[in-house]
């Protein structure tokens, strides 16, 4: 008797054990590796999907990021599920959207991307080019910079007043307009964060191919140009080893004009 007794405690005790671990199993948070922070469910309402033909498997999604319903992100992905194109979409402070088109198995063929701050001439504009397979094949942008050529200076008046009367104007602050740009130097492709100081929204994500030179954003502000380290964020992180990378302590600076200027951080 004492024995049976001796074997039911042992069989009861084990048997706790086995319910307590399997609840722990059951109760625990899986965490989404790097790699897959940027994926998004078939069932998110908040998202626009396209799909490769005769699949359910997703090809491009435009999803709305955080609580503000102007802010969003345009991502496209190959056949294994990889990320291979994302940028920023916003409908405030100017806009910034993409477009794509498709090949004829439903993978994406180009992702053009175009922005422009609000009240501003700082337009900027980009095409992606990928195969079938989802390979990245070319790249081609444009942006107001390479279409300032003779400038003329206007505040010249004639020597005759009654050709060209003086007029007497209320100067207003001009907008003086800093561009971040990320140059991509190595054999693998980049993923930059950025989040503007001050802003409670996720950080917004780019990728940066190998070779290619874009822009990130623009800072605005009024008759001088604005401190990068006091308005924005920035994180840069190899997307093949998921290594951040240091960003680089003297970035280059170059004067487009009297109030603009570029700073590109090279990698």
Request: glycine share 4%.
């Amino acid at each position: 008797m004492k024995k049976l007794l001796t074997l039911i405690l042992i069989i009861s005790n084990l048997l706790t054990h086995a319910q307590t671990k399997q609840g722990k199993r059951r109760t625990q948070k899986k965490t989404a590796p790097p790699s897959q922070l940027t994926l998004v469910s078939p069932d998110d309402i908040r998202c626009r999907f396209s799909y490769f033909k005769g699949t359910k498997q997703i090809s491009t999604s435009i999803c709305k990021v955080g609580e503000n319903p102007l802010r969003g992100a345009a991502t496209a992905y190959d056949k294994r599920g990889n990320v291979i194109y994302q940028r920023e979409t916003r409908r405030y402070g100017g806009h910034a959207s993409v477009d794509f088109s498709y090949h004829a198995n439903g993978a994406v063929h180009t992702a053009h991307y175009s922005s422009a701050p609000d009240a501003g001439i700082q337009w900027y504009s980009s095409t992606h080019y990928f195969d079938p397979d989802g390979k990245l094949v070319d790249v081609k942008s444009q942006s107001h910079e390479d279409m300032i050529s003779v400038r003329f200076d206007t505040n010249k008046v004639l020597s005759n007043p009654a050709v060209n009367p003086r007029y007497e104007v209320m100067k207003c602050a001009e907008i003086w307009v800093t561009s971040i740009r990320i140059k991509n130097n190595l054999k693998d492709t980049l993923r930059v964060e950025h989040q503007f100081t001050g802003v409670k929204e996720p950080s917004l994500v780019t990728l940066v191919a190998p070779g290619e030179n874009i822009k990130l954003t623009d800072l605005i502000d009024a008759e001088r140009f604005a401190q990068v380290k006091e308005r924005i964020s920035l994180s840069v992180f190899n997307l093949r080893s998921r290594k951040q990378l240091n960003l680089p302590g003297n970035p280059l600076e170059e004067i487009v004009s009297r109030t603009e200027k570029q700073i590109t951080f090279q990698f």
